[in-house]
């Protein structure tokens, strides 16, 4: 019973773990560096198109993670979609708020 709990928490740990540094690397430093990653402030980049203020910011980036999130879990379904969405729009989707 006792390794049952243990293999429990190491499974939890396992997901756990990736989707802290997901939202570390990709929501907060992102929101507290002027929309740069880590990858991106190396570069010289932001994922920002334009300066947000306010509760606008804060849903940008809440999106940015929502869609993220779902190229990597659903990335079959998800893929086509964004590539017809930014085909039609020339933006992803949390661009226009």
Do not use: H
């Amino acid at each position: 019973v006792q390794n049952d709990a243990l293999a429990a928490a190491g499974g939890t740990a396992m997901l756990l773990i990736p989707a802290v540094m997901f939202v570390a690397v990709e929501g907060a430093i992102p929101f507290m560096r002027k929309g740069q990653t880590p990858g991106g402030s190396f570069v010289r980049m932001t994922c920002e198109t334009r300066e947000r203020m306010g509760w606008r910011r804060v849903a940008f980036f809440l999106l940015r993670l929502f869609v993220l999130g779902c190229m990597l879990l659903f990335f079959p379904l998800a893929a086509p979609v964004l590539l017809i969405f930014y085909a039609v729009k020339r933006c992803m989707p949390y661009d226009l708020l």
